[in-house]
């Protein structure tokens, strides 16, 4: 049966290719949505791991490092350097901004850093190393045609784009980076508020621990030495962050993979339904033969699965291709098609769907009249 198969499979070449390209579109489309949910994930949790240190300290109940902002007393960084344990201490603030040009608004979080937490991959350019300069996403440059040297005005105060980080965005939300020597020459000089007592001097504390130091034991000596402060592992803080972005997105893009497995199954069933009905006359002459009406079902079912076989690469390499071009055009976006796990789950749903397509038609063959072999 099986070779009877792929012999009807080769003779009908064109009809063959159609349902091969059609399976894979599904596939496709399953992986891109499935590499937008990885890739949502991937930056949420980089927002946090590329920023560097053993702990971090936030505002106390704060446990969000991109929904919610923290805000910390000044004095917080010395009384974390008095703690046993600790090596070294990094500010870091956060600021939600409007970068507005050509009647064209992008929101952006400004990470204010000294000496940890700015940006990890400068792809053009260079890091800060003068003054009002700013560093700044890939998604921010290709929007509005920045590039090294080129002015950046925000909210009235002029920057100087000094480089471009690649992959420095989370919540579809760039990045822009600058330093604490232009912090206040922000507050004072830019039109961002008229009351800079609303903006935070400090949001976050880095913290590196000494060698042989527990990072547990550090952080509860500084909760306990630190009043209204928190302190999370990069791993934990961004475990939250990706909860909640699960969270938010999870329903609607989960909703929507339901819906394109539904299709798959659609799409699968009626390509080897009408497939089967263009070939009653053949398998009548089987069943005239002695060919049991299982046995017919089964080959369908198992054409139905060799066409998924197949199919499954050729839609694996268009979701890479199509994620690419995405990112190309929007680099905000980052998409990861080829996540194993996203492969897996889509393998076993294709020939799922496949072998719940394929039933579809099983009725018509057991219907097979084998007298229409001999009708003209």
């Given at each position: 049966?099986?070779?009877?198969?792929?012999?009807?499979?080769?003779?009908?070449?064109?009809?063959?290719?159609?349902?091969?390209?059609?399976?894979?579109?599904?596939?496709?489309?399953?992986?891109?949505?499935?590499?937008?949910?990885?890739?949502?994930?991937?930056?949420?949790?980089?927002?946090?791991?590329?920023?560097?240190?053993?702990?971090?300290?936030?505002?106390?109940?704060?446990?969000?490092?991109?929904?919610?902002?923290?805000?910390?007393?000044?004095?917080?960084?010395?009384?974390?350097?008095?703690?046993?344990?600790?090596?070294?201490?990094?500010?870091?603030?956060?600021?939600?901004?409007?970068?507005?040009?050509?009647?064209?608004?992008?929101?952006?979080?400004?990470l204010v850093y000294d000496t940890a937490g700015g940006p990890v991959n400068i792809v053009d350019g260079h890091g800060i190393t003068g003054d009002r300069e700013i560093v700044i996403d890939r998604s921010l440059a290709a929007r509005y045609d920045l590039r090294p040297g080129s002015t950046m005005e925000i909210s009235g105060f002029a920057f100087t784009v000094a480089g471009v980080s690649a992959n420095s965005s989370a919540f579809m939300t760039p990045f822009a980076f600058v330093n604490y020597d232009d912090l206040i020459d922000f507050y004072f000089e830019s039109d961002i508020a008229e009351d800079i007592a609303t903006f935070p001097l400090l949001?976050?504390?880095?913290?590196?621990?000494?060698?042989?130091?527990?990072?547990?034991?550090?952080?509860?000596?500084?909760?306990?030495?630190?009043?209204?402060?928190?302190?999370?592992?990069?791993?934990?803080?961004?475990?939250?962050?990706?909860?909640?972005?699960?969270?938010?997105?999870?329903?609607?893009?989960?909703?929507?993979?339901?819906?394109?497995?539904?299709?798959?199954?659609?799409?699968?069933?009626?390509?080897?339904?009408?497939?089967?009905?263009?070939?009653?006359?053949?398998?009548?002459?089987?069943?005239?033969?002695?060919?049991?009406?299982?046995?017919?079902?089964?080959?369908?079912?198992?054409?139905?699965?060799?066409?998924?076989?197949?199919?499954?690469?050729?839609?694996?390499?268009?979701?890479?291709?199509?994620?690419?071009?995405?990112?190309?055009?929007?680099?905000?976006?980052?998409?990861?098609?080829?996540?194993?796990?996203?492969?897996?789950?889509?393998?076993?749903?294709?020939?799922?769907?496949?072998?719940?397509?394929?039933?579809?038609?099983?009725?018509?063959?057991?219907?097979?009249?084998?007298?229409?072999?001999?009708?003209?």
């Open positions: 049966m099986f070779l009877v198969v792929l012999r009807q499979m080769r003779l009908e070449r064109l009809r063959t290719c159609v349902r091969i390209l059609a399976i894979a579109a599904i596939v496709a489309i399953v992986l891109i949505l499935e590499g937008f949910l990885a890739g949502f994930y991937e930056q949420l949790r980089a927002a946090v791991m590329n920023r560097g240190g053993d702990l971090i300290v936030t505002q106390a109940g704060i446990s969000n490092f991109m929904a919610t902002r923290s805000i910390l007393p000044q004095v917080a960084r010395l009384q974390v350097e008095e703690v046993e344990g600790v090596a070294a201490t990094h500010p870091l603030t956060g600021l939600s901004a409007i970068y507005r040009r050509d009647d064209r608004l992008t929101p952006i979080l400004i949001s976050l504390v880095l913290v590196d621990v000494r060698p042989g130091e527990d990072p547990a034991a550090v952080a509860a000596r500084i909760e306990d030495h630190v009043e209204l402060a928190d302190v999370f592992r990069p791993g934990d803080l961004a475990a939250s962050d990706v909860g909640l972005g699960r969270d938010m997105m999870g329903p609607i893009l989960g909703l929507l993979l339901a819906v394109s497995y539904l299709i798959g199954v659609l799409v699968i069933g009626m390509f080897t339904f009408a497939a089967v009905s263009g070939r009653l006359r053949e398998l009548g002459v089987m069943r005239a033969l002695g060919v049991r009406a299982r046995a017919l079902g089964a080959a369908v079912l198992l054409e139905a699965m060799l066409l998924t076989l197949v199919a499954l690469p050729v839609g694996v390499g268009a979701a890479i291709a199509i994620s690419a071009i995405i990112h190309e055009l929007g680099p905000v976006y980052v998409l990861l098609p080829a996540e194993p796990a996203a492969v897996a789950r889509t393998f076993v749903a294709s020939l799922v769907f496949a072998s719940a397509g394929a039933l579809l038609p099983v009725r018509a063959i057991a219907r097979i009249d084998p007298s229409l072999v001999f009708r003209s």
